[in-house]
């Protein structure tokens, strides 16, 4: 059975500074709580260069593949790898990521970002969606229901607060 998440966080600054952000990969790790211990294992980053900003960051683009490894709790002795594709990509709007090899059966993953102001502040609305499948059928989906809908809500609310330090909550 497939399952959805979403979220929605506003930002204090441009899109373009946002987006140059989320679509380095090397960020992701700042996102991902510290006991998970996560590191990028390997990186074949295909440079997004087509209808690219003049000043742009490194992002990596369409066809991208990411290897992450991580811990998939606190203490936990083991660690587990994460392959993924970058599928979709298209500057300063949208970039969705696809689990090739992971701990679900499947898994796409995609930043939507637009411009929007707040009380004359200018600022960005980053809307991440995942769509997932939990792997071992009726096992998987108990599971679900007990421990990892949850922790998909307490991953995104970390990656908030994260966001949220990083940008300063200031507009810049």
């Known amino acids: 059975m497939r399952h959805s998440f979403t979220a929605s966080q506003w930002i204090p600054r441009a899109v373009e500074q946002v987006f140059a952000f989320f679509a380095n990969p090397q960020n992701l790790i700042l996102l991902m709580p510290q006991w998970?211990?996560?590191r990028i294992e390997?990186?074949?980053i295909v440079p997004a260069t087509q209808d690219a900003p003049r000043d742009r960051a490194v992002a990596a683009g369409a066809g991208s593949f990411i290897t992450i490894s991580f811990r998939p709790f606190p203490l936990s002795p083991i660690r587990r790898q994460w392959k993924a594709v970058i599928?979709?990509?298209?500057?300063?709007?949208?970039?969705?990521d696809e689990q090739l090899c992971g701990p679900f059966a499947y898994w796409k993953h995609c930043h939507r970002l637009q411009a929007e102001s707040r009380d004359g502040v200018a600022g960005t609305v980053v809307t991440d969606t995942v769509v997932y499948e939990m792997k071992m059928g009726r096992l998987g989906e108990l599971a679900h229901a007990m421990f990892t809908a949850r922790q998909i809500k307490a991953l995104f609310a970390y990656r908030h607060a994260q966001v949220e330090r990083i940008f300063g909550g200031k507009p810049g």
Not at 87 to 96: A, L, M
Request: net charge negative; glycine share 0%; charged share 25%.
């Open 36 to 38: 998970n211990k996560a």
């Open 42 to 44: 390997q990186a074949e």
């Open 87 to 96: 599928s979709e990509f298209t500057w300063n709007d949208y970039f969705c």
